[in-house]
DNA sequence: AATTAATGATACGACGCCGTATCATTCTAT
DNA sequence: ATAGAATGATACGGCGTCGTATCATTAATT
């Protein structure tokens, strides 16, 4: 998860431009997800986030209050991070497929870790990533359901979202698996449409 | 999560009986449990669990060396509660039930939400869940779907096993709904079975 | 051009929590 | 019975981290 940036790299003093403002906003919420994935919001310091943002201290408070500030705006971006792929005219299977690969993801697993570790304190937090996550993509699926089937969409597409979760996911949550690879992804979506006899033999 | 004791109960000073010391090292882990899975380890205090064990932190260090120790202590002993219940002859539903109740316990929310978020901090205790929680389910589930179907235990039981956690599962990980009732879990796994075709409906 | 605003570098105060020390007290061991 | 071991009550040192303050520096503003 470590970055290794080339860290010789010192920013100019005084009152930035414009878009230097605009680009430290940017490296700032950057460095604070990458901290927060990482380390949670807990273990991970302002101090460090500062520094891997090449800013101080002082600007990360002045532009976003204290830490709680900070972990907030990136929540508030992530919503459209995480319901980004808009486009996708794909068949279900393929669609499947690519939901397995981006769960399993570094990014995923650590923002799925975060989100459950951080559910008390930051409760919104957890219904963002799950209505903007999860049940977009529970959406998805039943649309294609509903196109090549035309009956059920709904609860199957649940169903489905499940299987394809399934307990490798749940390994891969608890740090006891590597990420799969994009074929293994498939093959566990192709699985797992298998089960629930939607896989793209026709039913009649 | 928070139980109202009795405040005013002091304990005796000086050195304790065999029996007081044993009893002490049974509060000291309860507190702990019931601290860690509330709070996180992180967030968890040692003066709130010497508080809540009605001992003084002294005892706690002399007890378990450090707060890492404490931990490590309660992981130990959590193998054996997490895969007791050992006694089951059940049906394949009953037990499908019983695991999904289970599994939306606050007990149980509350272990799952400390090993995803202390993962790699304390892997140990990941793989610990895992094989004594999630893969004994399994098991038992793969040994009702033999005996009854005899045909593809193990991949079904693993697929089934995905299907009774499902989305509902993932909402209270995320805090998002509130623990069920048996009859709600009883439904929820039998919709499951229902989706795999393993219902007490004989196939043929 | 002069003034104001924002930043970097650095230091530091405040706070919380881990872990230890001291003294009185009670049980165990011999 | 006497000495030693373990605990409660309490205080406190040490450390890490959040958040703020100071001064020099640079850009925006007028």
Same mark, same amino acid.
């Given at each position: 998860?470590?970055s290794?940036h080339s860290?010789?790299?010192?920013?100019?003093?005084?009152?930035?431009?414009?878009?230097?403002?605009?680009e430290?906003?940017?490296?700032i919420?950057?460095?604070?997800?990458s901290?927060?994935l990482?380390?949670?919001?807990?273990?991970a310091?302002?101090?460090?986030?500062?520094?891997?943002?090449?800013?101080?201290?002082?600007?990360?408070?002045?532009?976003?209050?204290?830490?709680?500030? /900070?972990?907030?705006?990136?929540?508030r971006?992530l #919503?459209?991070?995480?319901? +980004?792929? @808009?486009?996708?005219?794909? &068949? !279900?299977?393929?669609?499947?497929?690519?939901?397995v690969?981006?769960?399993?993801?570094?990014?995923?697993?650590?923002?799925?870790?975060?989100?459950?570790?951080?559910?008390?304190r930051?409760?919104?937090l957890?219904?963002?990533?799950?209505?903007?996550g999860?049940m977009?993509? /529970?959406?998805?699926?039943a649309?294609?359901i509903? #196109?090549?089937?035309?009956? +059920?969409? @709904?609860?199957r597409?649940e &169903? !489905?979202?499940a299987?394809?979760?399934?307990?490798?996911?749940?390994?891969?949550?608890?740090?006891l698996?590597?990420?799969?690879?994009a074929?293994?992804?498939?093959?566990h979506?192709?699985?797992?449409?298998?089960?629930?006899?939607?896989?793209d033999v026709?039913?009649r």
């Amino acid at each position: 998860m470590e970055s290794a940036h080339s860290e010789p790299l010192e920013r100019k003093r005084g009152r930035p431009t414009e878009a230097g403002r605009i680009e430290r906003q940017e490296q700032i919420l950057d460095a604070a997800l990458s901290n927060f994935l990482e380390y949670g919001f807990g273990n991970a310091t302002v101090d460090r986030i500062a520094a891997d943002a090449r800013v101080t201290k002082r600007t990360i408070y002045s532009y976003f209050g204290n830490k709680d500030g /900070v972990f907030t705006e990136m929540q508030r971006r992530l #919503a459209d991070t995480v319901s +980004g792929d @808009t486009q996708n005219p794909d &068949t !279900l299977e393929s669609l499947a497929a690519r939901i397995v690969f981006g769960l399993h993801s570094a990014q995923m697993i650590g923002l799925h870790r975060l989100v459950i570790a951080e559910s008390l304190r930051f409760p919104d937090l957890a219904r963002t990533l799950h209505d903007n996550g999860d049940m977009r993509h /529970v959406a998805r699926l039943a649309e294609h359901i509903d #196109a090549e089937r035309g009956w +059920g969409a @709904t609860d199957r597409a649940e &169903t !489905l979202y499940a299987l394809l979760l399934g307990e490798d996911y749940r390994r891969r949550l608890l740090g006891l698996i590597e990420p799969i690879t994009a074929d293994a992804a498939a093959g566990h979506a192709y699985s797992a449409l298998k089960h629930l006899g939607l896989t793209d033999v026709q039913v009649r």
